[in-house]
Every structure is written in structure tokens, then in C-alpha cells.
């Protein structure tokens, strides 16, 4: 009896290890039908991630081709420079020109003009960075006892010929030489980024600067952004009693700009696509990015409606 109960024990642990043994085996050849499909599917794949990572790079070749610092070449001004600095002579000028077409240059040379000739400029900027680089530039170009700079926050060498100065220092200088009944000590003064007159909050320092300056001041308007220069220039005329001229730079920027969208990842893909549209593969990340916010949302409890609210 005893014998026949073990026997029994044995023969039902036989058929579970069979059992075992053979899900087991079941489950070996299922993970490797699996495995098989996972790398057929890898295979038909890496042909299209291949053909991907080429595109993605010609895009880039065409994006990036070009960049970089020119050949260097005897410097040549260009005709609109050469007529804005002989308008300088008898007239204040109004000088339209897109970014990066040289319009600092007329301002330098006629800045070193006036040093030669033992007289003194102003050149006023709307921000301070843009006033600490063109000190700098200045500075390297004349040497830095003959340069000063004025801000809020800085005041170097306020004696120099040349002073380079946010706008409203400028201006507070006029207010100043009308209290005291003095005269303000500036033969030329530019007033980079001129268009900053149509700004709904500091504009009216421009419009002071300009009606304030006394005629005899020589004054040099640059801007890339104006789009009505002759009224523009026909009202300074009318404001300060001196000819005004406009001088403009035909033609598109010769430093076309290019714009890129950076992935979180770091890869680089063009913002447009050829026909000036936004790329389609950011339109898709965006949707992308927007479904899964929307996932969020309702994960955390929130019942998200268009419109917004909960």
C-alpha cells in the first residue's frame, strides 16, 4: 500500500516536470519567434533610418553651406555709404539699410573725421549691451582715451570727444544744458536704431532727443526697420529747421539670415520648409508634444476641455 502511494507521488511529479519542461520549451519558441520577427523587423527598418539619416543631412548641407567668415578682400564701400558721408557735409541724414549692410561704417568714418579735426560726437544706442559693445569696438578703433562711455550704470571717462551713450543719457543731457543755460558738447550725434521713436513706451525719448538737439549738431539717424523714411525725415526737417536727408540701401540683407529649430535632443533640422512653410516634421512634434500634455492632463484628474478649465 505504502509502495503504491509512492509510486503514484512519483509518476505525478514525472508528469509535472514534463509539463513544466514543456511550456517551457513552448515559451523558448515563442521568445524566439519573437525575437526572429524583432529582427526581421530591425532589417527592414535600417534601410529607411539609413535613407532618413541622409536626408537629414543634405537638409543640413544646405542649411549650414556657406557659413562661415568670407574670403578676405580690400575693403570696398559701398555707393550708399560713400553718399551718406557726403550728405553728412551740409545735412542731417536718415540712413535706411538692412542688418549687416554697413551702416555703423558711415558713423565711424565720420566719427574719425570729426577727431581729426579736433571736434566731438555723440553715439547713443537704445540698450545697454548694444552701448558697452560699440564702447569697445570704439575704443579698439580710437583709442581708449578718446572714448567714453554713459549708462545707468556706467560712466567712464565722460570727458573723451567721443561719448557712446544709451539714448535717455543723451537726452537727460539736453534737459540739463537747457537748465543750466549751457551748450551741449557734441559737433555729431548718431542715433542708432532710430526707429525706436515708434516705441509705444520709450519713443518719446527719441521724438526729445531729436527736437532738443541744438541745429548747429550734425545728426545721423540709422535704422534697418523704417518703412515711411520721408515723413520720417520731413518731420525732423520740420522740427528742427535743418534739411534732413534719406539715404537707403536697395536690394535684400547681404546677410540672409537662416533659421533652425534645435531638438531636445540636439539635432538640428531647418525652421521652413522650400516653399517658406513651417517644417512638417515640427508640426508633427508639436502635435506630438500636445496629445501627451493632453494625456497628462487627464492622467492627474484633469478634465481638459478646449478653451481651457477644469
Not at 272 to 278: A, I, Q, V
Amino acid at each position: 500500500m505504502v509502495r503504491s502511494r509512492e509510486k503514484n507521488r512519483h509518476r505525478r511529479s514525472q508528469r509535472v516536470e514534463s509539463r513544466e519542461q514543456r511550456e517551457g520549451k513552448g515559451r523558448k519558441c515563442i521568445k524566439s519567434g519573437d525575437d526572429e520577427k524583432e529582427r526581421a523587423s530591425r532589417q527592414r527598418e535600417e534601410p529607411l533610418r539609413a535613407t532618413g539619416r541622409a536626408k537629414q543631412d543634405r537638409i543640413l548641407n544646405r542649411l549650414l553651406a556657406g557659413i562661415g567668415a568670407p574670403e578676405p578682400a580690400p575693403f570696398q564701400p559701398d555707393p550708399f555709404q560713400l553718399e551718406a558721408l557726403a550728405a553728412l557735409e551740409y545735412e542731417d541724414v536718415l540712413v535706411t539699410a538692412p542688418t549687416g549692410s554697413g551702416k555703423t561704417w558711415i558713423a565711424r568714418e565720420e566719427i574719425r573725421r570729426l577727431l581729426a579735426a579736433g571736434k566731438r560726437a555723440w553715439y547713443t544706442t537704445p540698450l545697454k549691451a548694444l552701448t558697452n559693445s560699440k564702447y569697445q569696438e570704439f575704443s579698439e578703433e580710437f583709442g581708449a582715451e578718446n572714448v567714453g562711455v554713459l549708462t545707468g550704470d556706467r560712466k567712464e571717462n565722460g570727458g573723451a570727444p567721443l561719448i557712446v551713450g544709451t539714448t535717455e543719457i543723451y537726452r537727460n543731457q539736453l534737459f540739463d544744458s537747457l537748465r543750466s543755460g549751457t551748450d551741449i558738447r557734441a559737433d555729431l550725434v548718431v542715433l542708432d536704431e532710430a526707429h525706436y521713436l515708434a516705441d509705444e513706451d520709450r519713443g518719446h525719448v527719441w521724438e526729445e532727443a531729436i527736437i532738443l538737439s541744438p541745429p548747429r549738431i550734425r545728426l545721423l539717424l540709422l535704422s534697418a526697420t523704417i518703412g515711411n523714411a520721408a515723413e520720417f525725415a520731413a518731420w525732423i526737417e520740420e522740427v528742427r529747421g535743418v534739411r534732413c536727408g534719406i539715404v537707403a540701401r536697395p536690394g535684400a540683407r547681404p546677410v540672409p539670415l537662416r533659421a533652425a529649430f534645435l531638438y531636445p535632443e540636439g539635432q538640428l533640422t531647418p525652421l521652413l520648409d522650400e516653399r517658406g512653410g513651417l517644417n512638417p516634421e515640427i508640426v508633427r512634434l508639436i502635435e506630438r508634444e500636445r496629445q501627451e500634455r493632453e494625456v497628462r492632463r487627464e492622467r492627474s484628474g484633469w478634465r481638459y476641455r478646449r478653451g481651457g478649465g477644469r
